[in-house]
């Protein structure tokens, strides 16, 4: 080798130059280096695995029972310790075999009830058998040949597989509670410290803005009842003068009355046209006072106040209230008003030109009902009666299935009107009669009537004028209970 000027290499046959230092002048062998380092690395590994083994295991070595496996061999299904392993295996055919740490030994594959000789490779999928395991022999030819077979592992690793999809949903479902045990602490404590301060502060400022606002409403009030009062007062004391004014006259008329009778017979002749003047005017008088109302003939000291649902105040026995009737052409608008008023149709009305205006004394309200036409050309002048409006009558035809969209349409516009934001709304679902029709119900999801009419006082009423004519005074009781007025008398 020191002869020789160059070095072989023993796979490429490449040579490669020797020069002073022999051997040791050569370039490292990285690939070489990292190989040694590897072997040296997986044997100290191995003793480590080996000595692990050792301290875990219980199983006694096969072949010498005074030692501890550490080792098994897959091929010869032996558990073998360190030293018998290699005393076995040392052969160039048996170190072939594979020998796994203890800890790492596949699992034993059952052998079939039936045929024990043989190892159970296979699982009975079929309903009633429960799983049962079985070789290949129960497979093609035992009872179970026209069952549903599986292999086993496969098998047991879709139950796996189910098994870890209802760990990771028991999982989330203990996280999930896990959360809202979190939550439920924090509200807790929340509910405990200031949320409850919060609430309680809310209510207290709430009913503070409550008793302002009734503070302002009875002042308001308590003035609207010393100028009405005032103004009672006054009438009364002109009444009470104009009253001894016409007494005076009266008795001025007695008294001349009495006179001429006590005048001699030719005096009471020529007076008779002065007579009969007084006597005229004295029956004049009469009359005129006969003809007075109640209130100036039988005064009462009582002051009749209706007071509504939000404490506005009316002194009366009878409040106004002016409401509008719209809805579609058709849609039977006219003949609900006639319903109202009491007055039967005998034919179908005509369409309504501009509007039609009535007053109904209902209860102890006076509506005043503006009855609309519907025809698209005169809808855009809808807005000019909604000036002061209390409530609107909106009359839908509940047989005319391919105008509910557009009904809704129209509706919707309305409802966001500003000057309509705090009217009552009473819907009519007409023509209840009519085969085919939709019901209060249908046509209240329909027209989506709970979310287009959130936050407002709304109610549906069904009507038929052919069925029930007075169907529509019941809308008005709705409309008499949503104003809430009730009558007070202060004596």
Sequence with gaps: MSDQQFLLCPFDRQPTSIRENSVYGLKKNFALIELLERLEQSSSE???????????????????????????????????????????????????????????????????????????????????????????????????????????????????????????????????????????????????????????????????????????????????????????????RQQQKDLTTTRSQVAGVCIQCESILDSEDWKLLSSSEKVKEVLATLEQQQQHYAQLGPDFLSPESSIPIIFSRDNRIHIGTKIDMRVVILGLDGAGKTSILSAMRGVTLSDPPIPTIGFNVESLEYQNLVFTLWDVSGQQKFRPLWKHYYHNTQAVIFVVDAADRSRFEEAQ???????????????????????????????????????????????????????????????????????????????????
């Design 46 to 236: 191995k003793s480590l695995v080996l000595e692990r083994e050792r301290l875990q295991s219980n199983q006694l070595c096969d072949e010498d029972e005074a030692h501890t496996a550490v080792l098994y061999c897959t091929v010869c299904a032996t558990h073998l310790c360190e030293a018998c392993d290699t005393a076995t295996h040392s052969s160039k055919t048996l170190g072939k075999h594979r020998r796994v740490p203890l800890s790492e030994k596949p699992c034993e594959k059952p052998r079939c009830p039936i045929h024990t000789a043989h190892v159970a490779e296979f699982t009975c999928t079929q309903e009633g058998c429960h799983n049962s395991l079985m070789c290949y022999l129960c497979k093609e030819y035992g009872k179970h040949s026209t069952h549903k077979p599986a292999l086993m592992e496969e098998e047991a690793e879709n139950i796996r597989k189910s098994i870890i999809a209802a760990l990771q949903k028991m999982t989330q479902f203990m996280e999930s509670m896990r959360d809202t045990a979190h939550r439920i602490e924090i509200v807790t404590e929340e509910l405990e410290g200031w949320a409850i301060e919060d609430a309680r502060r809310r209510v207290r400022y709430h009913f503070e803005e409550l008793r302002a606002v009734l503070a302002e409403q009875e002042k308001t009030a308590m003035a609207y009842v010393e100028t009405e009062t005032r103004g009672r007062l006054y009438a009364l």
């Design 409 to 491: 349409n129209e509706l919707s516009k309305i409802l966001y009107e500003r000057e309509l934001k705090d009217a009552l709304f009473l819907i009519y679902a007409n023509k209840q009669d009519v085969v085919g029709c939709a019901n209060v119900e249908e046509l209240t999801d329909i027209l989506g009537l709970h979310k287009l009419c959130c936050a407002r006082a709304w109610h549906i009423h069904g009507s038929s004028l052919v069925t029930n004519a007075s169907g529509a005074l019941q809308g008005l009781d709705w409309l008499t209970q949503q104003l809430g007025t009730h009558w007070t008398e202060c004596i």
